[in-house]
Nanobody, 123 residues
Framework: QVQLVESGGGLVQAGGSLRLSCAAS????????MGWFRQAPGKEREFVAA????????RYAVSVSGRFVISRANAQNTVYPQMNNLKPEDTAVYYC????????????????WGQGTQVTVSS
């Protein structure tokens, strides 16, 4: 069982940056692939970024590629997305997720989810 707690959301102007954090419980954090998803009002939840369990592989949605960077610190049981050059369309609730596998597979929901943190980008 893994519990995930996100932090770092808030209000930022377009073009600004935010760094979210996701702290995971448990002693086997390095056994989980980690990812971030988001859900904007009136829209379905969508994939944002993922990182493999050892951190060797990353994957990004086209909409954030080149602006977001996902990283993890296994010793601290934490995963981060650094979000740069934010746009109003990035406004959403951001969710941290963990999958009990080497990678987060396309089309397969992760096993564990956090409660989410709101990110609002003003124009």
């Amino acid at each position: 069982q893994v519990q995930l707690v996100e932090s770092g959301g808030g209000l930022v102007q377009a073009g600004g940056s935010l760094r979210l954090s996701c702290a995971a419980s448990g002693r086997t954090f390095s056994s989980y692939a980690m990812g971030w998803f988001r859900q904007a009002p009136g829209k379905e939840r969508e994939f944002v970024a993922a990182i493999s369990w050892r951190g060797a592989t990353t994957r990004y949605a086209v909409s954030v590629s080149g602006r977001f960077v996902i990283s993890r610190a296994n010793a601290q049981n934490t995963v981060y997305p650094q979000m740069n050059n934010l746009k109003p369309e990035d406004t959403a609730v951001y969710y941290c997720a963990a999958a009990n596998s080497p990678t987060i597979r396309i089309g397969v929901d992760p096993d564990y989810w956090g409660q989410g943190t709101q990110v609002t980008v003003s124009s």
